[in-house]
Structure formats: C-alpha cells, structure tokens
C-alpha cells in the first residue's frame, strides 16, 4: 500500500530534510508551505497558509495524506500570541485533513523548550534535572508546545490516528532563510572571521563553554520522524531526538575553526553575542559574495544570530537522554561534529560559503 506523507513546513530544515529522505524510500510527499519552494526533487508543492482554513480546503481537495509531519511554527512577539498562532495552524490543519479519514499518523515536531520553557521564561525557575527525559511532566508556565500537542491529542482522539511527538535539541542541517539555523550562522560567521581577520570567539555562556551538550542532526531527525510513523513502538509515543553523542563546545569551537582554517579566539569569559558581532556584517558579507561569486548576497538571508545566542548562552547544563528511542528500535548515531563538516561542505558545494 502506498504512503503518502504531508510535510506541513517543507521548506524549513526539519521539513527540507524529510521531504528528501521519505521521496528516497518511494513516498509520495505533498510538501506544503506558504512559498513552496519548486526545486524539491520528488515533492508535489503546495502552497497555502494553515492560518486560513479555506486556503487549506482548497490547496488539499483531492489529496489523501496517510501521514502528516508538522514542523512548522511562526514566532510571536509573546508567547500568549505564540500559543494563539501555532495553535490555531495545527488545529487547522488537523481539521481539514481528517475529512477525507486517510490519515493514519501523524507527528508533530517541537523541543527542548518542552523542558526549558519558552522564549520569555527560557532556562529560568525550576527545571527538571539533565539529561532530559520524556516522563519529566510539562512546566507549569504557557508554552506554545503544549498547546500544540493538545491540538494533536484532541484531533487523534476524534479522528482515530496515531500520533507521536519529536522533540530535538538544536538541529543542524540545510536550509536557508530558517529561523532556528544554528550551522548556517556559524558558518557565516567563521566565512567572515577568516575574510577579515576578527577573532573567531565564542559568543555564549561560560556555562555552555564547559558544559556537556548535545545536537540533533536533520538527516537523523528526518529518520527518526520515518520509524516512529511507521513502527507500532512509536505509537502514541512523545520522543527526545538527539545524535547520541555528547561534547563541550570548549572542544566543539576548536573543531568548526578548524575546518574554516581559522585559530579560535581564547575563552575570555565575556559573553559576546552574535547579535553584536554581525550588527555591522551585512556590507561584509555582500562584499564577500561579490568577491567570490556566492549565490545570497543578503546576510540576513543565511543568519539567525538570535537563535544561536540564545542557544549557546544557556546559563545551565542542557543534555538529552535518548533511552527511550533505543530501547523501542531506534539505535541510529551521529557525531555532531561531522553534522557541521558535511553541512559546511554541502554550502560550499552549493556556493553559499566560499
């Protein structure tokens, strides 16, 4: 029987790396998003806004999604507005595609912040002990995560679908314009470090220089999204997904310097964020698009330095446990490191680091 998988997000790096692993294995992939991009080998684009119901019923009249992945959300400037926003888009979605009772799962991808709480109150208050586990209960403070799972709760009871949810740490991977997009902002950071002579320095907490930590690659992401949907051990079942390996970013910064060519600047125990470091970078880095032919002249296209800042300046220890995943079937490793090496090569490749 065939599959037929609805990425609502697909040109994010959660959904860009699913939509090329599920169309490898033989799915047929819908790949929905306000601007699909048309250069996904494999995905029939689809273009609406889960803010607008009727543009839903529209876009999907004719499609019978067996699954659908949900790895999209919009940032609000609170977290009431976050909650009200990401909400809504799942619940409407859910809604129009179970009219058409094809659906037989569906998994949704949020976070960490599952455990650290949202932007507004992110790290802060009581919080459950690392490494992190599923069977830690929720915070008591709003957190569009919540919300959102109880949108895919209350349509899995109506409509009679499985479900599972994902929560990664920081992903790396391809995509470009992405909110959350750790690699691709450290990369052009590193680009401009070594085209100008700025010191390469660390722009987070002491703690996350000296702490253990751990990141999630999307390639494995996009693996562990495929087997839980397909497994009846990842049923109804909510899942950290992490590489596997842990590190020091004390250790991590040496690695991505070298790979750039660069000598990492000392610790200096100051923390200096990438918001202040690339303030004045956009002429930067369009001079060193002209000077070596790149194809996105726009920094602001390849960077979210307020993601990786909030990141890398954790005040706390933030490690995941992955014991569920591995003792129900899934036993797929990473190492982080060679996560960014292939991401920096794969931007090389396509002329957007020179």
């Not at 109150?121 to 919540?146: C, I, M, W």
């Not at 079942?237 to 390996?245: K, M, S, Y």
């Not at 060193?288 to 993601?307: F, G, R, T």
């Not at 220890?317 to 036993?331: A, N, P, Q």
Request: net charge neutral; glycine share 6%.
């Amino acid at each position: 029987m065939s599959q037929t998988a609805l990425i609502a997000g697909v040109t994010g790096i959660v959904g860009n790396n699913l939509a090329t692993l599920l169309a490898s294995h033989h799915w047929n992939v819908l790949g929905l998003a306000r601007r699909p991009s048309p250069n996904l080998n494999g995905v029939q684009s689809i273009a609406a806004d889960l803010l607008d119901p009727a543009s839903l019923q529209s876009a999907l009249a004719g499609h019978n999604p067996t699954h659908v992945f949900l790895s999209t959300w919009l940032r609000q400037p609170t977290e009431a507005e976050n909650i009200r926003v990401n909400a809504a888009m799942v619940c409407n979605l859910l809604d129009v595609v179970s009219r058409s009772e094809s659906v037989q799962h569906v998994a949704l991808v949020t976070g960490l912040k599952h455990y650290l709480g949202p932007f507004e109150s992110y790290g802060k208050g009581a919080l459950p002990a690392t490494p992190f586990r599923e069977e830690q209960g929720r915070l008591n403070v709003d957190n569009f995560y919540y919300a959102q799972e109880d949108e895919v709760f209350t349509a899995a009871a109506r409509a009679g679908f499985t479900w599972s949810i994902h929560r990664p740490h920081t992903i790396i991977g391809y995509a470009l314009g992405n909110a959350m997009n750790m690699g691709v902002t450290l990369a052009a950071y590193a680009t401009i470090c070594r085209e100008t002579g700025r010191p390469f320095l660390f722009p987070g907490s002491e703690a996350q220089w000296n702490s253990l930590t751990d990141m999630t690659d999307a390639r494995l992401l996009a693996r562990h999204l495929e087997w839980a949907s397909t497994s009846p051990a990842g049923r109804n079942q909510a899942f950290n997904v992490v590489n596997g390996d842990v590190f020091r970013w004390s250790w991590m910064w040496s690695r991505l310097a070298g790979w750039f060519g660069i000598t990492p600047a000392p610790w200096s125990g100051i923390v200096t964020p990438l918001e202040q470091q690339l303030a004045d970078a956009a002429p930067i880095w369009k001079r060193i698009a002209e000077k070596h032919n790149l194809v996105e002249p726009d920094l602001s296209v390849l960077v979210s330095p307020w993601h990786t800042d909030a990141d890398l300046g954790r005040p706390i220890e933030v490690v995941t446990d992955m014991s569920k995943s591995r003792k129900l079937g899934f036993l797929d490793y990473q190492p982080t490191d060679d996560s960014f090496f292939d991401l920096f090569t794969t931007l090389r490749k396509r002329r957007i680091i020179p």
